[in-house]
């Protein structure tokens, strides 16, 4: 297993167009994160799935943002009508709940640096 | 809720100098601690975690931090820099277990000099 994937790297964006970013988790992990990292800062959680259901939202997730895990493996993150102050790098993690070792903490992918202009 | 907050935005010191990044926590349950490291465009690498299993918790590429209760503190140390060390250092927090959803400080970022 290469660990956390996203796709892309870096995607630069016309204010007011959508954007989809994906995740591929390693593969036997039950629990996938979202967060958001604006420059000087730490990472802000966005939302999680437990497999296939999404089991959490933030309030920083507008309504523009939406995010998927249709059979709980990859996930997408959507962003409608962007807007300047979407600008940030969106970071994945995915970790396992439970298992013979009770669980493991969260391994992160080298996330996708969103540029809106 | 859960927080932690990281003293010092900037750290700067000698190669083989003495590292100390502070992080101080707040939490209403016994808390699960993280330090992860961030290099440029890059993801997030965990380097350790408490779990109270032990207080002095040994991490990877020399690391270590000691919970300390009493204090609401799980600082990060390192004996000897080195170059390679230069990167930003992230303390985070969960208070659910170590696969959850963790709340992260802003980061230090850490500075090595010849």
């Known amino acids: 297993d290469t660990g956390v994937s996203q796709d892309p790297r870096h995607k630069i964006t016309k204010r007011g167009q959508n954007v989809t970013f994906r995740c591929d988790p390693i593969?036997?992990?039950?629990?996938l994160y979202w967060y958001r990292q604006t420059l000087g800062q730490g990472p802000e959680f966005l939302t999680y799935f437990q497999n296939e259901a999404q089991l959490e939202k933030s309030r920083l997730l507008s309504d523009r943002f939406s995010a998927e895990r249709p059979k709980g493996s990859f996930s997408t993150l959507e962003i409608q009508r962007t807007e300047q102050g979407d600008s940030a790098m969106y970071l994945c993690?995915?970790?396992?709940?439970?298992?013979?070792?009770?669980?493991?903490?969260?391994?992160f992918g080298q996330g996708t640096r969103l540029t809106v202009v | 809720a859960q927080s932690v907050t990281q003293l010092g935005s900037h750290v700067s010191v000698s190669e083989g100098a003495l590292v100390l990044l502070r992080c101080n926590y707040s939490s209403s349950v016994p808390p699960y601690l993280f330090w992860y490291v961030q290099y440029p465009n890059q993801g997030l690498q965990l380097l350790l975690k408490y779990t109270s299993a032990a207080t002095l918790v040994k991490g990877i590429n020399g690391f270590e931090a000691e919970f300390k209760k009493s204090e609401t503190s799980f600082h990060l140390t390192k004996p000897s820099a080195h170059m390679s060390d230069a990167a930003e250092y992230f303390c985070a927090v969960s208070n659910t277990g170590t696969a959850s959803k963790l709340t992260f400080g802003t980061g230090t970022r850490l500075q090595v000099t010849l």
């Open positions: 593969s036997e992990h039950n629990r």
């Open positions: 993690a995915s970790s396992l709940v439970g298992g013979r070792q009770g669980g493991t903490e969260a391994f």
